[in-house]
C-alpha cells in the first residue's frame, strides 16, 4: 500500500513510486519502470537547464512492474545537486573593491596613531589604555563610514531609474527590469566583452527543416515554417519531386540511396516513440525531432524502439524491424553518431551514421560530387545547420571481429574512454556517402538591434559555436554582430595576418593551438583589438577553457 509523504518525511532506503510529468524527490535508484525495456526518460531542465530528454535504464537483474518504481539513496544536502551547489558568489564592484582597501588602510593607520601617541605617557596600565582610546575617538573621524551610506543612496537613486526606465519595458508580459543585486550597478557601465553562445541565446533553438541533397540532386522545403507562422519542428511539407522519386523506387527495387537516406534519418536517433495509433515522438534534441519529422512526412516512421530492435513503417504500410547490434553514441570529439542494423530482409549488417560533414566527409570511402560539397556550402551560407549522413555494409567477420574488441573495451578498468574512442574511430570509416540536410534555427526576436545597440556602447562582442564557418559568419551579419562594410580575417590553419580594429573569425583546431602555453599571451593581446570575435566548430569544453583564459587575462570583470 502506497503511502503519501512530503518531501521532508522520505527516508533512504524508501521506495518511490513516480508517475509521467512529476518531480523526482531525492536521489533514487531505479528498479522499475513501465516501459517493458526497462527505459525510462527524464528531464533536468530545474538542475542544469537543459530541456533534452535523458534516458535512464533500470537496474540490471530487476523485473518490471506497471509504473516506476525507485528506491531512495540519498536526501536533502547529501542529494548530488545539494553538493554541488556552493551557493550563490558574492560578487563585488571595482568601487567597493577599492572602497574596502582604503578604509582597511584607514583602520590600520589609525591604530599605529593611537599607539604612537600613548607612548608617549609612561603612565600605570590603566592609564596607558585611556590614553590609547581616547585618541581613537577622537580621530576616527579618518574612517569614511558616512561614505557608504553617501554610496547606497546612489546605487538606490540609480536602481530607481533602471526600474523606470521605458526602454527595459516587456509589453508582452507586462513586467519591467527587475534588479536583484543591488552592490554591482556601477559597473554596467564599465562592461567591456560580452560572451555567448548561438543556439538557445541568439537563436530560438526551434529547428525547421529546410533542405537536403541526395545523391547530387538538391530539394528545397521552402514552405516549411514559413516567416510568420508559428515555428514547429513536427511540420514538414515534403517536396514533390523528391516524393515522386521516393514512391518510384518504392515500386521498383524497393531499394536505393534515396531510401537509405530516409532510413538513416528515422533510425540514426535516440528519439523514443511513444503512443499507439498516433505516433509521438520524444527527442532529446531538436535537431533529432526535425530530421524524424522528416523522415515520417515522406512515409518513413518509426514505430517501436527497444534496446535490441527498431521498427519502421515504410510508405507502402509495410514493416521493417531491424536488429540493433551496437549504437556509437555521438560525443564532442568524434561529432557524429552511428547505428549498427541487421536489416530483416537481406541480413546485411550495416551501420548508418550522420555527423558533422567535417566528421563524416573525412572517413568516406567514395569519392563524393563536388555538388555535394556546394550544396554543403550554400546551405551554410543561408546560415542553416548541416548533417552528413553515411552508409557503410559491414560483413559478418569483420563485425565479429570488432565486436570483440569492443567489449574489452567496454570492460577495461583502466583509459576506458581512450579505447572505446579508438573502437569507434576504427569502423567508422569507409563510408557511403548517402545525403546532406539544412536545418533553419531561427534568430530569437530583437537580437540584431540588441547587438547593434551594444556596439554603439562600446562593447565588444563574442560568439562561440559549433556551426561550420559558412554558417557562423552568416548569422553574424544577419545578427548585426558583423556589418558588411567590416574588415573580416579568417582564422583557419593558413589563416592571414591581423590588423587592429577588425573582425575575427576562429575554427576550433585553430583556437587550440591559439591558447596554447607558448601562443595564449599574443593571441589574448590580438583579441582586445578586435571589435568582434566570431569562434566556430568548438567543442564545449575549448568553450570553457577559453571563458577561463578569458577571466585569467582579465578579458571580462567576472568575481
Not at 177 to 197: K, M
Not at 207 to 216: A, E, L, T, Y
Amino acid at each position: 500500500v502506497w503511502e503519501t509523504l512530503t518531501w521532508k518525511d522520505v527516508r533512504v532506503g524508501d521506495f518511490v513510486r513516480v508517475l509521467s510529468n512529476e518531480i523526482i524527490p531525492a536521489d533514487i535508484l531505479l528498479l522499475h519502470t513501465s516501459d517493458p525495456d526497462g527505459v525510462c526518460h527524464m528531464e533536468t531542465a530545474n538542475l542544469d537547464g537543459e530541456t533534452s530528454l535523458k534516458q535512464r535504464k533500470v537496474v540490471p537483474g530487476f523485473s518490471t512492474l506497471v509504473r516506476a518504481l525507485p528506491i531512495t539513496q540519498y536526501l536533502r544536502h547529501e542529494t548530488k545537486s545539494m553538493l554541488n551547489n556552493s551557493g550563490p558568489r558574492y560578487k563585488r564592484s571595482k568601487i567597493e573593491r577599492k572602497m574596502n582597501t582604503d578604509v582597511l588602510f584607514c583602520v590600520v593607520l589609525l591604530f599605529f596613531m593611537c599607539l604612537i601617541g600613548s607612548q608617549r605617557l609612561r603612565l600605570q596600565m590603566f592609564i596607558w589604555l585611556l590614553t590609547l582610546i581616547f585618541p581613537g575617538l577622537s580621530l576616527q573621524v579618518m574612517i569614511p563610514v558616512s561614505l557608504y551610506v553617501s554610496i547606497e543612496l546612489v546605487k538606490m537613486v540609480q536602481i530607481f531609474f533602471i526600474t523606470q526606465d521605458v526602454e527595459l519595458y516587456d509589453e508582452e508580459l507586462d513586467s519591467r527590469v527587475q534588479c536583484r543585486a543591488l552592490n554591482i550597478t556601477e559597473d554596467l557601465g564599465q562592461i567591456q566583452y560580452i560572451f555567448s553562445d548561438k543556439t538557445g541565446t541568439l537563436t530560438e533553438n526551434k529547428m525547421v527543416f529546410r533542405r537536403c541533397s541526395i545523391m547530387g540532386t538538391e530539394y528545397c522545403h521552402e514552405e516549411n515554417g514559413a516567416v510568420g507562422e508559428f515555428v514547429s519542428e513536427t511540420v514538414v511539407v515534403p517536396d514533390r519531386k523528391l516524393m515522386l522519386e521516393v514512391d518510384r523506387q518504392m515500386a521498383s527495387i524497393q531499394t536505393g540511396p534515396y531510401l537509405d537516406f530516409f532510413l538513416a534519418l528515422a533510425i540514426c536517433n535516440t528519439v523514443s516513440p511513444s503512443g499507439s495509433e498516433e505516433v509521438c515522438y520524444e527527442a532529446h534534441s531538436p535537431d533529432e525531432a526535425a530530421l524524424i519529422h522528416a523522415a515520417k512526412a515522406y512515409g518513413f516512421s518509426m514505430v517501436e524502439r527497444t534496446p535490441h530492435y527498431v521498427t519502421v513503417k515504410l510508405p507502402n504500410e509495410a514493416l521493417l524491424k531491424f536488429e540493433v547490434l551496437d549504437i556509437l553514441t555521438f560525443d564532442s570529439t568524434r561529432r557524429r553518431m552511428s547505428i549498427i542494423v541487421r536489416h530483416p530482409h537481406t541480413k546485411e549488417i550495416t551501420m548508418y551514421t550522420k555527423g558533422a560533414d567535417s566528421a563524416v566527409m573525412e572517413r568516406l570511402g567514395n569519392v563524393f560530387s563536388d555538388s555535394k560539397g556546394t550544396d554543403l556550402d550554400m546551405y551554410a551560407r543561408n546560415g542553416l545547420r548541416t548533417l552528413c549522413f553515411a552508409k557503410k555494409v559491414i560483413s559478418e567477420q569483420e563485425f565479429r571481429a570488432w565486436s570483440a574488441v569492443r567489449q574489452e573495451a567496454l570492460s577495461a578498468m583502466d583509459e576506458k574512454e581512450e579505447r572505446l574512442m579508438e573502437t569507434a574511430n576504427f569502423i567508422e570509416s569507409n563510408f557511403n556517402l548517402l545525403g546532406a540536410t539544412g536545418i533553419e534555427d531561427r534568430l530569437q526576436e530583437s537580437v540584431p538591434e540588441t547587438i547593434l545597440a551594444l556596439r554603439r556602447a562600446g562593447m565588444q562582442l563574442w560568439v562561440l559555436t559549433g556551426d561550420k564557418p559558412e554558417t557562423a559568419i552568416n548569422i553574424a551579419y544577419s545578427c548585426k554582430l558583423l556589418e558588411h562594410e567590416d574588415l573580416v580575417f579568417t582564422f583557419t590553419f593558413t589563416g592571414p595576418l591581423m590588423e587592429p580594429s577588425i573582425g575575427l573569425v576562429i575554427d576550433g583546431p585553430t583556437l587550440s593551438m591559439a591558447m596554447s602555453d607558448e601562443l595564449v599571451e599574443q593571441f589574448v593581446e590580438l583579441c582586445k583589438h578586435c571589435r568582434a570575435v566570431l569562434c566556430c566548430r568548438v567543442t564545449p569544453l575549448q568553450k570553457m577553457h577559453w571563458f577561463s583564459v578569458a577571466i585569467h587575462y582579465d578579458l571580462c570583470r567576472c568575481r
